[in-house]
């Protein structure tokens, strides 16, 4: 194993495809209130916090439904589409396979405890990830680089030795943040929107050792 370099991934949009079910339940929640969200707001929402999600929707669209009730109706929709539809991203299970035993492997997500356990007691993501940071570990979640400070000190590995795959725009922020390596994975925001990645790559098919090696070598 190449013991000194360390792969952190995200969790929604890069490890498993839940982009499109979240923004399903949370089409459903705000059609209930008579709000249609903008197809612009979207890039604001990827990669936050639950927390800052509803602080942030509910501030911007003027919801005054008590903050609970609307969070859990958000949560129930949500988790009734991954019971519908739950998946690995694709190309993912290949890249585990390719990267297994050859480098360090953890996961660092903004999605809450509850809600990581819940998709973990499904697709056993315990299993794939060494260490995993989930939402709540840190005081500061994405964009600040905390949570994948928290991840890198799991593995005693240093930022020079780290890469991030990200697909957010605050995900990959706190990649930069933390002075890794940044990949950018498309499809959630659009590019121009993305902040200066190292790499940016359509699917998680074009990682392998050689793409892991050069990317290393570019700083």
């Known amino acids: 194993m190449n013991a000194c370099k360390l792969i952190l ?3 929604d949009g890069v490890t498993i495809d839940t982009e499109p079910l ?8 705000f059609k209930e209130y008579g ?13 936050c916090t639950e927390e800052k999600f509803y602080d942030l ?4 669209y003027g919801v005054t439904e008590d903050r609970i009730i609307f969070q859990n109706k958000g949560r129930a929709y949500v988790r009734e589409e991954f019971e519908k539809h739950l998946d690995f991203m694709p190309g993912f299970n290949a890249l585990i396979k390719r990267l297994n035993g ?3 492997i953890g996961l660092v997500t903004a999605t809450p405890e509850y809600m990581f356990k819940w998709v973990d007691g499904r697709l056993n993501l315990s299993d794939i990830f060494e260490h995993i940071v989930y939402g709540g570990m840190t005081d500061k979640g994405k964009p600040n680089p905390d949570p994948y ?23 990959i922020q706190a990649g930069l943040n933390a002075n890794t390596k940044v990949v950018a994975l498309t499809g959630s925001v659009d590019v121009e929107d993305m902040p200066p990645a190292h790499e940016i790559i359509n699917s998680l098919n074009e990682i392998d ?9 570019i700083l």
């Open 9 to 11: 991934f995200d969790l």
């Open 102 to 104: 050859q480098y360090l």
């Open 149 to 171: 400070l928290l991840g890198m000190k799991l593995f005693n590995i240093n930022a020079k030795n780290t890469m991030v795959v990200e697909d957010s725009v605050h995900g």
């Open 57 to 60: 929707s509910m501030n911007r």
């Open 35 to 47: 709000i249609t969200i903008p197809q612009e707001d979207w890039k604001l929402f990827r990669g």
């Open 22 to 29: 979240y923004a399903k339940g949370e089409i459903r929640l």
């Open 209 to 217: 050792t050689n793409f892991i090696n050069s990317l290393f070598k």
